[in-house]
Structure formats: structure tokens, C-alpha cells
């Protein structure tokens, strides 16, 4: 690397940690005073140990504009300077000065995408869980791989959810066991769905287990039947999985399932599409924050860098603008979560390829 661009690459650094440092304290001082009602009933190290578990989601979703900014106010400070003018003065292009900052950019894009296959995920689930349980305090739960839910119910019963579907409050592969005070199964209930209405649990195709004195058993079907339960689907909807606590290959298998179960997933579609294309945002926004630099010289570097910021917001306006609309069926899941990062890179690349030298 020639020395100019490892002082380019030193001078992006230093303000991406900077501002990356920055962004990422007043996320987590934001964050907490808004969660600071239920985080007081929480013993401290609830708290800590949260925010230590988030730290690289926040992180992934700041790293954009820190990237912004840093190309901004790195590129400003040589123009104030005449860094910028003496290099183009030795005939080196503005695309050729810029180089190791775009080489960076794309760098860290690659990066969070491994990290949003790896680290985010995993500890993203430790955090939403440890939220669940000791700050929201749901009952206690467990996921297995293929997020299929063990849920303890009130009195003394245990839930078993293949799948459940948050919108309508519907759950596929529903099973009851309901114990003694010793644990000895009682009753077992088995349906094929189960579906709130009307204040009550109706289940669809199923069977019911009972356990007589003697140790035998006796089973009936039913083709319906209302089910006492003070669980809600809003309580099980607390414990279904979020798509940021997965994976991309877990969430394309979680699809896979509610595919052949008959579950809309258009959804978990479009969250599958977007965890992609946010990991290149920083790359988009390396390009918008260079073509300000470079159009606005030597002054008005810090007004420009406030207008950076607004270009961050309405980034991501538009962006849950496309997402909702991709919900919604509106947008096909990959037009939805590319949309943004396409109209914003030709606007960047628009204006760089314009410049004169």
C-alpha cells in the first residue's frame, strides 16, 4: 500500500472509532433511559449483562453512519488543509484519492455481514432472553433448534408449539401436558392447530390423553374443543423467536417450516432479504458522505456533516417505508430490501462520476 493511502486509511479510521465510539454511548444512554421503568424492578447486572449482549447489534446498526461521517469529516480536513488539492494537483484523480476509503467501506460491509451471520444472532438471543425472563418476566421457556417452544404454563402445565404464528395469534402443532403435583402426567392434549377466540383456546383435530387411577389410559378425538388457558397468544408471542436472533440459514429453515406448514412467511421473506442488504449500507453511505466531501471543499464541512446525518435518517425511513411495503406483499421481499441501497448508491456514484477531476 502506497503511503498515501495507508495516511488516507489512518486519517477514515480515526474518526470511524471516534465516531463509532460515540454513536454507539448514545444509543445504549437513549435506549436505557427508554427502558428505564422496567429495568428498576431489575437487579443491575440484568442490566449490564443486556447491554454487554447487544453491544454488537448496536454496533451494526450505527457502523453506517460512523462510516458516513468518517468520510466526511476525513476528507473535509484535507480539503481545509489543501491536502486534497495538492493531490490533485500531482494528478491524481478524485476517484484515485478516494480509493482506500471506498476499499475500507467495503471491508467492513464484509465484516458485518460475517458478523451478522455469527456473532449478532447468538448474542442477540442471549440478551432478548435474558429481557424475557428477568425483566419482562415470562414464564420459563425453552427453543430447540428447529424453534419449536417448551413453554411452562400456569398450573402446573407445560406447552409444546411446533410453530406459531404472531399475526393472527394461530399456533401449528400444539401439545397440553398437564402434571400431578408429583409429575405424573394427568391429561395430554394433542391438536393439529390451536387458535384464540373469544376469550378461550379452540383446538382442531386432535386428541386428548387422560391418565385413569389404575395407570391406564384412556384416548378420545375430538375434531374441536375450547381449552381453558390463561396463557394469551400475546404471552406466547413473547417467546417466539425474533428473525434478528437467527441466522440466515436458520431463518431460511424457520421459512422452509411455515412453507410446508401453510404459515404466511412473507415476513420472515423480506427480514431473510434485509439482513443482506443492511450489511452493505456502510459501503452505500461511504459513497454518499465521499460525494459531499468532495463537492463541498474546504468550507461548510460540519453544516454538511449535519445534512450527513439527516441523509442517514432518511435512509433508514426509507428503508422501513420498503420493508412495511414488502410486508404488506406490496414489494417482492428482495426489491423491498435492496430498494434503498440501490437509489442511494446511484446517487452517490451520480454525483462522483460528475466531478471534474
Not at 488539492?85 to 467495503?106: D, Q
Not at 409444546?160 to 402426567?185: C, K, N, Y
Request: hydrophobic share 50%; glycine share 8%; charged share 20%.
Amino acid at each position: 500500500m502506497r503511503i498515501l493511502d495507508r495516511y488516507l486509511s489512518s486519517e477514515f479510521l480515526k474518526v470511524f472509532t471516534f465516531s463509532l465510539i460515540v454513536f454507539l454511548s448514545l444509543y445504549v444512554i437513549v435506549d436505557l433511559f427508554d427502558r428505564l421503568g422496567r429495568f428498576l424492578d431489575a437487579p443491575a447486572w440484568v442490566v449490564v449483562h443486556y447491554y454487554y449482549y447487544r453491544l454488537p447489534w448496536i454496533a451494526f446498526q450505527v457502523m453506517p453512519v460512523s462510516v458516513l461521517l468518517a468520510a466526511l469529516l476525513s476528507l473535509g480536513n484535507l480539503a481545509r488543509h489543501n491536502e486534497l488539492l495538492a493531490m490533485k494537483m500531482g494528478y491524481l484523480s478524485s476517484l484515485r484519492i478516494v480509493r482506500p476509503l471506498l476499499i475500507l467501506s467495503l471491508l467492513g460491509s464484509l465484516a458485518a455481514l460475517v458478523m451478522g451471520e455469527s456473532i449478532v444472532p447468538r448474542m442477540n438471543e442471549r440478551a432478548l432472553n435474558l429481557y424475557r425472563v428477568k425483566v419482562k418476566k415470562v414464564a420459563a421457556f425453552q427453543r430447540t433448534k428447529e424453534n419449536d417452544i417448551w413453554y411452562r404454563a400456569k398450573g402446573n402445565r407445560f406447552l409444546h408449539i411446533s410453530l406459531m404464528e404472531v399475526a393472527s395469534g394461530t399456533v401449528r402443532g400444539f401439545t397440553l401436558f398437564e402434571l400431578s403435583p408429583d409429575f405424573q402426567l394427568i391429561r395430554q392434549v394433542d391438536a393439529k392447530e390451536a387458535r384464540w377466540h373469544e376469550g378461550r383456546w379452540w383446538l382442531k383435530d386432535g386428541e386428548v390423553l387422560l391418565t385413569r387411577p389404575d395407570g391406564t389410559y384412556r384416548v378420545d378425538s375430538f375434531t374441536t374443543l375450547a381449552l381453558e388457558l390463561e396463557e394469551r397468544p400475546a404471552d406466547l408471542a413473547q417467546v417466539v423467536r425474533e428473525s434478528e436472533e437467527m441466522s440466515s440459514a436458520e431463518l431460511r429453515a424457520y421459512i422452509e417450516r411455515l412453507v410446508k406448514s401453510g404459515v404466511n412467511s412473507i415476513r420472515y421473506k423480506v427480514d431473510l432479504a434485509v439482513k443482506g442488504s443492511t450489511a452493505f449500507v456502510s459501503l452505500v453511505m461511504a459513497i454518499i458522505g465521499i460525494a459531499f466531501a468532495l463537492r463541498t471543499g474546504k468550507g461548510g464541512v460540519m453544516a454538511w456533516a449535519g445534512a450527513c446525518v439527516l441523509v442517514g435518517v432518511c435512509y433508514w425511513i426509507l428503508l422501513s417505508v420498503s420493508v412495511s411495503l414488502g410486508r404488506g406483499g406490496v414489494l417482492h421481499p428482495l426489491i423491498a430490501a435492496w430498494l434503498p441501497n440501490a437509489l442511494f448508491t446511484a446517487a452517490g456514484l451520480g454525483s462522483l462520476l460528475t466531478l471534474k477531476g
